[in-house]
T-cell receptor, first 112, second 115 residues
């Protein structure tokens, strides 16, 4: 069966520091991958999605970026974090683009 | 792009009562409507979904109904239990246009079931 893992689960970072969140999917090939952010426990905002290696689509202009160096690996990065970047970040995947998506465990980011 | 409105934002019921959450969407090309349940501090998990060629779907105590003409769909939970307490999100997937394949979420409903 397919599983999705993301890490770290929690992190506290100072303003201006870099960020790297990583996500991997197991048990499937060529998944569609997504990064969502959830602020204040409500509202899921799509940040990036990828339909294949090296293919990244950005939904919201911001100081975050995403990369997909391997088929089942999706990375969310920032060179300099802002206070407003704090939130719950969720990686997700789907077999077919436009079909059911399944979320990873999430990463709690607090920027101080 | 797609716009999804979810109501109510909070819902409080007594154990054993029914709960209904409603979502409306704007894009008539949308064709897939999942519902997610998110417990405090955890990931959203799919609980039920419905496609545009079906009007109703039921899974034990939960059901979803879809009215394509009116562009709204609803989650129904019967015989609620305290463990049903969570945030529920509706979502819509677009079948075409610039929003093709993207999942747009409602704002969420905090459901509290009192014992």
């Amino acid at each position: 069966s397919q599983t999705i893992h993301q890490w770290p689960a929690t992190l506290v970072q100072p303003v201006g520091s870099p960020l790297s969140l990583e996500c991997t999917v197991e048990g499937t090939s060529n998944p569609n991958l997504y990064w969502y952010r959830q602020a204040a426990g409500r509202g899921l905002q799509l940040l990036f999605y990828s339909v294949g290696i090296g293919q990244i689509s950005s939904e919201v202009p911001q100081n975050l970026s995403a990369s997909r160096p391997q088929d089942r690996q999706f990375i969310l990065s920032s060179k300099k974090l802002l206070l407003s970047d704090s939130g719950f970040y969720l990686c997700a995947w789907s077999v077919v683009f436009g079909n059911t998506i399944y979320f990873g465990e999430g990463s709690w980011l607090t920027v101080v | 792009g797609e716009n999804v409105e979810q109501h109510p934002s909070t819902l409080s019921v007594q154990e054993g009562d029914s709960a209904v959450i409603k979502c409306t969407y704007s894009d008539s090309a949308s064709n897939y409507f999942p519902w997610y349940k998110q417990e405090l501090g955890k990931r959203p998990q799919l609980i039920i979904d419905i496609r545009s060629n079906v009007g109703e779907k039921k899974d034990q105590r939960i059901a979803v109904t879809l009215n394509k003409t009116a562009k709204h769909f609803s989650l129904h939970i019967t015989e609620t239990q305290p463990e049903d307490s969570a945030v529920y999100f509706c979502a819509v997937i677009n079948a075409g246009g610039t929003s093709y394949g993207k999942l747009t979420f409602g704002q969420g409903t905090i459901l509290t079931v009192h014992p």
